[in-house]
């Protein structure tokens, strides 16, 4: 198949996300993928110019290194509001471009509005197309005086795709919440490569960072939101002195300068270290000289129904996971799964003093292991790829 994905993140900056995952190994399939994607990160990234030009680039896999896709970056104009004006224009015509020369037997939506554009193209072009929502998307808009607007065309989107799949049962409700007829949902859910998570590299990420084999090591990764957690952990941490816990943090994003600054302040210099991003093939290393991941998160709008697809990761790594008691979680995973719950981000450092002290940190990581290992990429390849074809 030929299948043409629209997205509104920066594919090649951010994830591997359950994007990256569907679709470079669907490519290792021969199937022919080109991805329309967005720079969304263009007011942090530091790169000048009022114009962003139309970019092509080839041969780009950030999940497995056999499976690559061509990503098209159409041009934007780098000024707050008028980057969605240029976008609606130039999205389009690049969607339109796609249809005549690539000639796609389905397209694929992760976004608001280049999946509103795409929608009315693939209608009038006899396409199908495929909803895949992963997040609250409009709930991630980050000006709040047009979240309510991305709401009603994401609900029309939801309404007008041919099928909508969800990356869990949480999100599947919400779908149908916001007007997708029940019989055209699915959840196919995130996958996991089990041997690419076999312990290994422990020793030698400890010793880089100064981690002794008595320290109890709790590890997040990932993009660091605001209400990821992070920042609370780290001030109990500050207020607790738990000397023997070090939290080990890989990832970039919001948070980053104030948990600098709580390092500096506190002089936590050896209990929080901070990593930026590593290549995808190192995460194993890092999970393994961790003992306990966590997810502190806010139990907000925003997370309600999210499962990262980080969590099957930790998982796979048999770590155990303590995180909020989030509605999509605890959905997803129940209890007696690995997965740990505490009602706070200042919960977590607790519930980790809890673990040590019974001895439970290994027995918990085998539950979250064994809930995972039905979930093998190859599975939710099969599935999707047959999802895709009946469409």
């Known amino acids: 198949m030929r299948i043409l994905v629209v997205q509104e993140s920066d594919w090649i900056a951010r994830g591997p996300h359950q994007s990256h995952h569907l679709m470079e190994r669907l490519s290792k399939r021969g199937h022919e993928i080109r991805v329309i994607d967005y720079e969304i990160m263009w007011r942090t990234n530091g790169k000048k110019g009022l114009i962003s030009e139309r970019q092509v680039f080839e041969g780009v896999h950030k999940a497995i290194d056999d499976g690559a896709v061509t990503v098209i970056r159409p041009l934007i104009i780098r000024v707050p509001a008028f980057d969605y004006i240029s976008l609606i224009y130039t999205h389009s015509n690049e969607i339109k471009k796609q249809i005549e020369e690539f000639n796609p037997d389905i397209i694929t939506g992760f976004g608001i509005l280049n999946s509103y554009i795409a929608i009315g193209q693939a209608k009038k072009n006899s396409i199908p197309f495929v909803y895949y929502i992963i997040d609250e998307l409009h709930r991630l808009v980050p000006e709040k005086v047009f979240q309510n607007l991305a709401r009603f065309i994401e609900s029309q989107n939801m309404k007008n795709a041919d099928k909508v799949i969800s990356i869990n049962e949480g999100l599947r409700e919400y779908t149908i919440e916001m007007g997708a007829p029940k019989e055209n949902t699915d959840v196919i859910r995130a996958g996991i490569d089990i041997q690419r998570f076999e312990n290994n590299g422990r020793k030698a990420i400890r010793k880089k960072y100064g981690i002794s084999e008595n320290d109890t ?31 080990l943090v ?133 599935l999707f790829e047959t999802t895709l074809v009946r469409v």
């Open 250 to 382: 890989v990832g970039k994003g919001d948070l980053w300068e104030d948990l600098q600054t709580i390092k500096c302040k506190y002089s936590l210099d050896k209990s929080l270290i901070m990593v930026e991003w590593v290549e995808y093939n190192e995460i194993p290393k890092y999970l393994s000289a961790s003992d306990i991941c966590i997810l502190p998160a806010f139990k907000n709008e925003v997370m309600k129904n999210i499962v990262p697809i980080k969590m099957y990761e930790y998982m796979a790594a048999k770590k155990p996971v303590i995180a909020t008691s989030i509605y999509g979680i605890m959905k997803e995973f129940g209890n007696n799964n690995g997965v740990i719950y505490v009602e706070s981000p200042e919960d977590v450092l607790l519930k980790v003093i809890e673990l040590v002290k019974s001895n439970a940190i290994l027995d918990e990581g085998s539950k979250a292991r064994k809930f995972v290992e039905g979930y093998s990429w190859d599975s939710i390849i099969d």
């Open 217 to 247: 090591v709790l590890f997040f990764m990932g993009w660091l939101y605001e209400f990821s957690g992070l920042k609370e952990v780290a001030l109990e941490m500050a207020r607790h002195n738990y000397d023997s816990i070090k939290l």
